[in-house]
């Protein structure tokens, strides 16, 4: 089964992770109450995917690993923008959700919501807090040069609430923010094998 980082795995419990810490207890109750793990952007051995444990605090985060064989359903950002669970949601950090959703669905950009709000579309589980940021990952394309980056997040911006960005490519992925502020200069790529500094440029096509 393919997996990407931001990917949800539904899983069994707790018995299915790997460590090699202790497991906190903390853990345990969290999958109970929603048996759901994040894919990491890490490496992990044959037949087994880095994933990650959320619980109820900010700062309940626990590193795993997870037998591929142990995964019951595999749920992507994506999927939950093709799904729009939001539309029916009464909380109003969704109504922030669907003024991105049509921004960057007239720029044709490919897109999901993750972080605390794509968790709580996913397990059903309520997750976000009045505070919390909207966080997403949107897909690098040749379209994405400095100017329609500094567009998108301008506009973006302009919502009621802070939206968090990652860009996904085919190497790793960088904060839309950084991106914007380089000025064509290296900026910090998240990759399986750790962070490097890369230059990001698309050179801006003749209208």
Do not use: C
């Not at 890490?42 to 605090?57: D, M």
């Not at 962070?195 to 440029?201: E, G, Q, R, S, V």
């Amino acid at each position: 089964m393919e997996v990407n980082p931001h990917d949800l795995l539904e899983i069994e419990g707790v018995g299915d992770l790997t460590s090699f810490s202790t497991i906190p207890e903390w853990v345990e109750s969290a999958l109970a109450k929603a048996p759901f793990v994040v894919v990491r952007r890490a490496q992990a051995s044959e037949g087994f995917i880095a994933v990650g444990v959320r619980g109820s605090e900010r700062n309940e985060r626990f590193a795993a690993f997870l037998l591929v064989n142990r995964i019951i359903r595999r749920i992507t950002p994506e999927q939950l923008t093709r799904e729009s669970k939001w539309s029916d949601q009464p909380k109003e950090i969704f109504r922030g959700l669907e003024q991105i959703e049509k921004l960057l669905d007239s720029h044709s950009i490919k897109w999901g919501p993750v972080g605390s709000i794509g968790f709580e579309l996913a397990s059903g589980k309520e997750t976000t807090k009045k505070t919390s940021d909207i966080d997403i990952v949107i897909h690098f394309s040749e379209n994405f040069t400095l100017n329609f980056a500094r567009e998108i997040e301008g506009e973006l911006k302009k919502n009621q609430f802070r939206v968090d960005v990652q860009v996904e490519t085919l190497e790793g992925a960088f904060l839309l923010g950084e991106y914007v502020e380089s000025g064509e200069k290296p900026i910090l790529l998240r990759t399986m094998d750790g962070p490097i500094l890369k230059k990001i440029t698309i050179e801006e096509k003749d209208k």
